[in-house]
């Protein structure tokens, strides 16, 4: 068993074993977040799912109302006119065959990479660089598209892409500790709301089925599910 700080130990005294209500578990949140760095807002999530099976696969996006506290790079491979199109709309790195080249060598120095369809072919033989690190250009991700000043847009303003691993749990970063709870939980039920709306056709029974939040460095607390799932945006905003 890995060693538990001094700080950790006093962080989770303060944690009762409970369903925590959202706004309650969110207040917490934020009271255990003691490092010396902004932390961020954790989701963690088990699900009634076996990813082994194609039917049972959750991979989307979700698109944070109050945006995700960081600043997000953003690099584009595209030809010709779309080229000065991404510049335009205020991609971070833009270029074609010549960025492809640089990222075989290397550069990684970016957040997201966006590819329009056109140059997939190419792009495709990045996958084992870019898969691992979670940068792959897809469809599913909203990240192969035409559509450069949109996609663009909505990725630096808090759209996130995530997926189930292999256990069935989802890791997502919804904000950062410095938010107040109520922006954390219109992040929170947006991303509740995104996970019910993208159920994977082959999930039986219990489909949530545990759901903790925590803050990067401090402990996990336990949400009440139904009263999360329960919640009006109205209350949330």
Known sequence: MPKISRRLHGLQAKVEEKDYHPLEALALLKDTATAKFTEAAEAHIRLGIDPKYTDQQL???????KGTGQIVRVAVIARGEKVNEASSAGADIVGSEELIDEIQKGRMDFDKLIATPDVM?????LGKLLGP??????PKGGTVTFDLAG?????????????????????VMFGKTTFSPE???VNLKALQETIDRNRPSGAKGRYW?????????????KVDISALR??????AG
Do not use: C, N, W
């Open 230 to 235: 329960d919640l009006k945006l109205s209350q």
């Open 183 to 185: 922006d954390l939980l």
């Open 121 to 125: 072919p190419q792009v495709a033989k």
């Open 209 to 221: 089925r545990t759901f903790y939040v925590s803050a990067t460095m401090g402990p996990s607390i």
């Open 151 to 171: 996609a663009i847009a909505e990725f630096k303003a808090g759209k996130l892409e995530f997926r189930a691993d292999r256990t069935g749990i989802v890791h």
């Open 133 to 138: 690190r979670g940068l792959m250009p897809s």
């Open 59 to 65: 991979r989307t996006t979700v698109a944070l109302p």
